[in-house]
């Protein structure tokens, strides 16, 4: 046997045992995740905020 068979199959093994790994952890897909419920409720209306108090007009500068 040379050594690039030896890579090769090593590198299956290794490849075919980091599929096994991944399908283990975590489902491919939407399969085992549960369906997304939409939400039926309606959005709150803004609130009105109070408009910014304002300082005092003045009305003549004195020179």
Known sequence: M???????????IIASAILV?????????????PAEVQKTEQP???????PPVRGPVVREVPQ
């Open 2 to 12: 040379n050594s690039e068979k030896v890579a090769g199959i090593l590198g299956a």
């Open 21 to 33: 790994i991944a399908i283990a952890y975590g489902p491919i897909g939407q399969i085992g995740k």
């Open 44 to 50: 709150a209306p803004p609130v009105a905020a109070a």
